[in-house]
């Protein structure tokens, strides 16, 4: 198996400071080579949204490097899940903490594949969503915990509205800002030659999912030059229509 990932990021037009943040790691392990792929965008509303993004992936990439090659001696998925989850809750204390400590508010969303073999896991917290882009259809594979999402899915609101509702942007959990949180995990089968795509919401706003399709779909996006030029041209796509909002996407795939 063999395993692609690109990722690209841009301030914007209106934001001082780009408060996302990516992670890519790959690694041989005695069970095959693994994968870590995360986008966190840090809550544009807060103070210091950039460093609660950091310290989330910071944490996953020193698991990734530190704790990931002893645990592949014993893997399993199940036990992966549950840890992934007490190292979210971890995060969402550490910054609640530290929020208190420096009178702040800062938050973050967090969602990312873990993959090892032709096995994946996600984990998502926040409106930062996972696609899964094959030949055939883009499919989200994540539900934004996110006021107008919830709203949408209760049918209160037509899906339109949503994307014009000045409270798009309001969450229901974030690491940093909730109580506590609830990831959701999911485990899958990789498919193979389909591009999963992670990005921020200041890159999904203002693109239909056609134009995500056309541009990333496999025939169009099958090696790191090809993805990283068409994420690009979304990317400036949407400055062109005036996103307010930092704007980051991520590609990954698995190949035989």
Same mark, same amino acid.
């Given at each position: ?102 009178? $702040? +508010? =800062? @938050?973050?969303?967090?969602? #990312? ?10 984990? %998502? !917290? ?58 959701? $995990? +999911? =485990? @899958?089968?990789?498919?193979? #030659? ?10 999904? %706003? !203002? ?50």
């Amino acid at each position: 198996m063999k395993y692609t990932a690109v990722a690209d990021t841009d301030i914007g037009t209106h934001k001082a400071v780009n408060q996302d943040s990516t992670c890519i790691k790959l690694a041989e392990t005695p069970i095959g080579i693994a994968a870590l792929v995360m986008v966190c965008d840090g809550m544009g509303g807060l103070d210091s949204g950039e460093l609660a993004s950091a310290e989330a992936v910071n944490t996953f990439s020193d698991w990734f490097d530190n704790e990931l090659p002893y645990e592949t001696e014993n893997w399993n998925w199940n036990r992966a899940a549950v840890k992934t989850i007490e190292r979210l809750e971890k995060i969402n204390e550490k910054l609640i903490v530290y929020g208190k400590q420096n009178n $702040i +508010k =800062l @938050g973050t969303t967090a969602s #990312g594949i873990l993959a090892i073999g032709k096995k994946y896991l996600t984990f %998502h !917290v926040g409106d930062t969503r996972i696609y899964k882009v094959n030949n055939d259809e883009l499919s989200v594979l994540t539900e934004d915990h996110s006021f107008v999402y919830r709203e949408v899915k209760m049918r209160r609101m037509t899906v339109e509205e949503a994307r014009l509702d000045p409270r798009r942007n309001a969450l229901l959990q974030c690491l940093g800002a909730s109580g506590g949180v609830n990831p959701d $995990i +999911k =485990l @899958g089968n990789l498919e193979v #030659g389909a591009n999963y795509m992670i990005c921020s919401d200041g890159f999904r %706003h !203002v693109l239909s999912p056609k134009e995500i399709f056309t541009k990333l779909n496999p025939s169009a996006a099958c090696n790191d030059a090809e993805i990283k030029g068409n994420i690009r041209d979304l990317i400036e796509t949407v400055k062109l229509r005036h996103e307010r909002d930092n704007i980051t996407a991520l590609v990954f795939r698995a190949d035989l």
